[in-house]
C-alpha cells in the first residue's frame, strides 16, 4: 500500500470541505457547531495541507499549524471505504518524521471524546493533555 502526500491547492477545497462535513456533521450537529465553509477556507490557508493518494485514488487530507509554537494536527480526514486499512497510522507517522526532522520534539492534536480516532492515537503514544468538555487536547513527545 504505497501513499502519497500532494500539497493542498485551491482547486481541493471542495473535495475537503465535503469530506470534513461528512465524516464530522454527526459531531458538529451534536456539539451544536455550525460548520461555515468560509471560515474553513480562511483556516485552511493558515496552516499546511495535503491531500492523501492511495495508489490513485484521492482517500483524504491532512491539514496541520502551529498553535503556541507547537506542530498541531487541525484535522485527519479519511474517507470512509479507507478507513480501518491502517492509512490513519500511516499519515501519523509521516507526520512525526516531518516534525522530527524540523526539530519539534513534540506534537498536538484534538479530538472528540466520543471519535473512534481517539483509540488510535492513545495506541500510537498519545496522552491526553487536558479535558476541554466535548474533546480532549492530546499531545505526544517524539522520540
Not at 40 to 69: M, R
Request: charged share 25%.
Amino acid at each position: 500500500m504505497q501513499l502519497y502526500y500532494r500539497p493542498y491547492q485551491a482547486a481541493d477545497f471542495s473535495y475537503c470541505n465535503d469530506l470534513m462535513e461528512e465524516n464530522m456533521g454527526s459531531y458538529f450537529a451534536a456539539f451544536g457547531i455550525n460548520w461555515d465553509p468560509d471560515r474553513y477556507l480562511k483556516e485552511l490557508a493558515k496552516g499546511d495541507a495535503w491531500i492523501i493518494w492511495l495508489n490513485q485514488e484521492k482517500v483524504g487530507f491532512v491539514h496541520t499549524s502551529k498553535k503556541k509554537g507547537l506542530p498541531y494536527i487541525d484535522s485527519i480526514q479519511i474517507a470512509s471505504l479507507y478507513r480501518k486499512k491502517g492509512i490513519g497510522s500511516r499519515v501519523l507517522s509521516w507526520l512525526e518524521l516531518a516534525c522530527k526532522q524540523a526539530g519539534h520534539q513534540e506534537m498536538r492534536l484534538s479530538v472528540f471524546k466520543s471519535s473512534p480516532a481517539l483509540k488510535l492515537y492513545h495506541r500510537i503514544g498519545y496522552e491526553i493533555k487536558e479535558d476541554r468538555g466535548s474533546k480532549y487536547l492530546m499531545h505526544k513527545f517524539l522520540r
